[in-house]
């Protein structure tokens, strides 16, 4: 590595490492850490506790800060390198500005390795702590505890066969189990059955579910209950699909590791949840997609933040904020369209990719013609 790849990769990683730290902290301050203040203050959670639930939300805020703040540090590195003229005298010595963009991309490589390593591991491992620490002191609502899988079993035809919402959590006097038998086809489908349970468990013996302390309904073309009856136990036959999702880990699609979501969005197609499948696998391919954002940022920073020598205007930041705005609306829109079937899920989790590069294209060319 040349002297002057090793001067750029510094002072790059150097403004970098600041920028994260103040992103993180700004991202943490307006509502997270008065979370963890008032939570103290309430005598909910010991002043450990307190700090423990702000670094236990330090990951995830890292995979946001990440990229934003390989744009802004190259940003400044570059604008500071002009206004001094170092750049000017760089390139004076021979070296193209092409050249100098090799230690900006290494260091958004390092980052893109750090926001992969942040993804896959630290948020999991984060997510699990913050679980236990809600579970041990009742501070914020434990999504962990209210698992929750609805199912849609279907006939050989496609039809709607059994609808199964099972709730393991469920309070005491609330029913944990509620399945909803369906008949007829098309617009003539209707409930000639229910189930309730307040307890239950899965038999693989039986393949069916062991309900007890539940009532059977019995209802008629009208929808009116025609028979009830209590039950103290009941096997009720299902696939086994509903068990394989209560068994599988609960958590937002971030909180996995790629593994994880991988083996998820198999099991989503197999049990034929399409709404779910496509929700999750948009999240998945956005993983892959999203790991090369800061190596783009980088590069993209340091042309934005190329300036005049004696230029007065911060125009490169004004450029690099107006394209991380666009960015951040269009992520979320191509991940709902995505979900919601418009697009496809691998071309939304890429079109946000592919604008990043292209509206960096369309701003640096009006830098070059407008200053």
């Known amino acids: 590595m040349k002297l002057l790849d090793r001067f750029i990769i510094s002072r790059h990683a150097l403004i970098a490492v600041f920028a994260i730290f103040v992103f993180t902290v700004l991202w943490l301050a307006p509502e997270i850490m008065f979370n963890a203040i008032q939570g103290v203050s309430e005598h909910k959670l010991t002043p450990w506790q307190g700090l423990a639930y702000l670094i236990y939300q330090v990951p995830t805020v890292l995979v946001y800060c990440l990229p934003i703040a390989t744009l802004f540090a190259s940003v400044f590195l570059f604008r500071q390198m002009s206004l001094s003229s170092e750049l000017t005298a760089i390139m004076a010595s021979g070296v193209s500005?092409?050249?100098?963009?090799?230690?900006?991309?290494?260091?958004?490589a390092s980052m893109s390795l750090l926001f992969v390593l942040t993804q896959e591991w630290f948020v999991p491992e984060a997510s699990k702590a913050l679980y236990a620490l809600?579970?041990?002191?009742?501070?914020?609502?434990?999504?962990?505890?209210?698992?929750?899988?609805?199912?849609?079993e279907r006939g050989p035809d496609g039809s709607m066969d059994k609808f199964l919402v099972i709730s393991p959590k469920a309070k005491t006097d609330m029913n944990q189990f509620i399945f909803l038998f369906f008949t007829g086809k098309g617009p003539e489908t209707r409930i000639w059955r229910m189930i309730t349970a307040t307890q239950g468990r899965w038999s693989d013996q039986d393949k069916g579910?062991?309900?007890?302390?539940?009532?059977?309904?019995?209802?008629?073309?009208?929808?009116?209950y025609q028979t009830?009856?209590?039950?103290?136990?009941?096997?009720?036959h299902t696939s086994d699909m509903a068990q394989a999702f209560l068994s599988f880990p609960p958590g937002r699609p971030t909180e996995y590791r790629l593994a994880d979501l991988q083996k998820y969005v198999?099991?989503?197609?197999?049990?034929?949840?399409?709404?779910?499948?496509?929700?999750y696998k948009v999240r998945l391919y956005q993983r892959y997609f999203l790991a090369f954002i800061p190596i783009v940022f980088a590069v993209l920073g340091a042309c934005l933040g190329v300036e005049r020598s004696r230029a007065t205007r911060n125009l490169g930041l004004t450029y690099a904020a107006v394209f991380l705005l666009f960015y951040n609306v269009m992520v979320p829109v191509c991940t709902t369209l995505g979900s919601i079937g418009f697009l496809p899920p691998l071309a939304a989790a890429?079109?946000?990719?592919?604008?990043a590069l292209g509206s960096g294209k369309v701003l640096l060319t009006l830098r070059q013609r407008f200053g």
């Open 97 to 108: 500005f092409r050249r100098i963009l090799i230690p900006i991309g290494m260091v958004g």
């Open 209 to 224: 579910w062991l309900l007890s302390d539940g009532i059977d309904y019995q209802l008629n073309e009208e929808g009116i």
């Open 350 to 355: 890429f079109i946000p990719l592919l604008l």
């Open 266 to 279: 198999r099991l989503l197609g197999l049990g034929g949840q399409s709404e779910d499948e496509r929700f």
């Open 134 to 152: 809600n579970a041990q002191t009742q501070f914020e609502e434990n999504a962990e505890e209210h698992h929750q899988v609805t199912y849609v």
């Open 228 to 236: 009830v009856a209590s039950f103290g136990l009941k096997l009720v």
